[in-house]
Nanobody, 120 residues
Framework: QVQLVESGGGLVQAGGYLRLSCAAS????????MRWYRQAPGNQRELVAG???????NYADSVKGRFTISRDNVENMVYLQMDRLKPEDTAVYYC??????????????WGQGTQVTVST
């Protein structure tokens, strides 16, 4: 069993900041890429940011320069620092990871999500 658990969501004013965390736990060999997605009501789930095991990153155009993804390979954590938040950032944010199991097969694991609400 592998689990991803997000935390750090909340309600902030436009221009504010939040730091999201995602912790992987359970039985696995290693974690390759990790990502943050988000989904607002009525919208498609979209990729916000991704990070490889070697720490190469990519971002959606809408968050470039404002969000920063990082990871800790020792603690099996991924973070999303969200600065200068906008109302359009309001969504449920989901952690996602490519997990290599002890069998050496790979699965894509999702967290349950954490709500981020940015008020006007």
């Amino acid at each position: 069993q592998v689990q991803l658990v997000e935390s750090g969501g909340g309600l902030v004013q436009a221009g504010g900041y939040l730091r999201l965390s995602c912790a992987a736990s359970g039985s696995f060999f290693m974690i390759n890429a990790m990502r943050w997605y988000r989904q607002a009501p009525g919208n498609q789930r979209e990729l916000v940011a991704g990070i490889t095991r070697g720490a190469a990153t990519n971002y959606a155009d809408s968050v470039k320069g404002r969000f920063t993804i990082s990871r800790d390979n020792v603690e099996n954590m991924v973070y999303l620092q969200m600065d200068r938040l906008k109302p359009e950032d309001t969504a449920v944010y989901y952690c996602n990871a490519d997990v290599v199991l002890t069998t050496r097969s790979q699965v894509v694991q999702w967290g349950q999500g954490t709500q981020v609400t940015v008020s006007t």
